[in-house]
């Protein structure tokens, strides 16, 4: 009897032992497989990935700055240029930022018939510009609950820290953007430093609000491209023609050599008289 049992129990024993192993060796993975999907996830992932880079200062500041310019540059009158030969002095306007209105002025001048030289030993007259500053100002109004900060949450050695924020609820939002330019210029004969002309100093704004009710948001601003579009410079660009925004369109003839030292269409301006030894 006793052999009996163990017999039947170590028969038992060595099933289960089978039946287990048995078990085990279905339940893996061919290697194959593995390697496929490996590479399949590794694929997938690559057609996925892209780089986007900001620039440091978005369209609407750009705009902002640059339609302001443009408003303050337009009341801008150099008709008592017209014919002469200037310099344009940017001494008081250094900034890199204030490029925009530097060529915005020297069109201005182009527009109205001055000619404009290449050097300041070169003109007759020097236009010396200035602007007061060139800037945004902004506003903001919340109705409802702001974001409120809970804390920065550790990262990695040597990167820094993530702030987590609350959720913004905003019932009614509002954020407005003034961009404002002044510019004005002085010109005077470069070989006596009398005065000929001054103009300004001019203002000029652009705006942009952002406005939030219970979820539906609107627009409104003078700047692209939220600004509605104008039906006559709509039609004038199919048509094939740039607007021009200042001055006369109709392009001039430099003059000759010859006639620039008494240009035909130059304004009556009185020269300075001759300086007494």
Same mark, same amino acid.
């Given at each position: ?28 993975? #061919? ?166 002309? @001054?103009?300004? #100093? ?48 109709? #392009?001039?003839?430099?003059? @000759? ?21």
């Amino acid at each position: 009897m006793i052999p009996l049992g163990t017999n039947a129990a170590t028969k038992s024993d060595s099933m289960a032992i089978s039946i287990g192993t048995h078990y085990q060796t279905r339940s893996k993975p #061919p290697l194959a497989a593995m390697l496929l999907l490996g590479v399949v996830v590794w694929a997938l992932s690559g057609c996925t990935t892209s780089r986007t880079t900001d620039p440091p200062k978005t369209a609407t500041e750009l705009y902002l700055l640059s339609i302001a310019i443009d408003n303050a540059v337009k009341p801008l009158s150099g008709e008592k240029l017209r014919g002469r030969l200037v310099f344009l002095d940017r001494t008081l306007a250094p900034d890199k930022d204030q490029d925009y209105m530097v060529g915005a002025v020297r069109s201005k001048l182009l527009h109205g018939g001055a000619r404009v030289a290449a050097t300041r030993e070169s003109a007759e007259i020097i236009v010396e510009m200035r602007t007061p500053g060139v800037g945004i100002d902004r506003t903001e109004l919340l109705v409802g609950i702001p974001g409120i900060p809970l804390g920065a949450v550790a990262s990695a050695a040597g990167v820094p820290g993530t702030t987590l924020t609350t959720p913004e609820l905003a019932l009614v939002k509002n954020l407005t953007q003034w961009g404002t330019a002044g510019v004005a210029y002085v010109a005077y004969w470069r070989e006596t430093g009398e005065l000929v002309t @001054s103009s300004g #100093p001019h203002i000029g704004r652009s705006y942009r609000e952002d406005w939030t009710f219970f979820g539906y948001s609107r627009t409104l601003s003078n700047i692209p491209p939220t600004r509605a579009p104008d039906v006559d410079e709509e039609m004038r660009l199919e048509e094939g023609f740039e607007a021009q925004p200042t001055g006369d369109a109709t #392009p001039r003839e430099p003059a @000759s050599p010859v006639d620039a030292a008494v240009p035909v269409d130059a304004a009556p301006l009185v020269h300075p008289p001759e300086p007494t030894p």
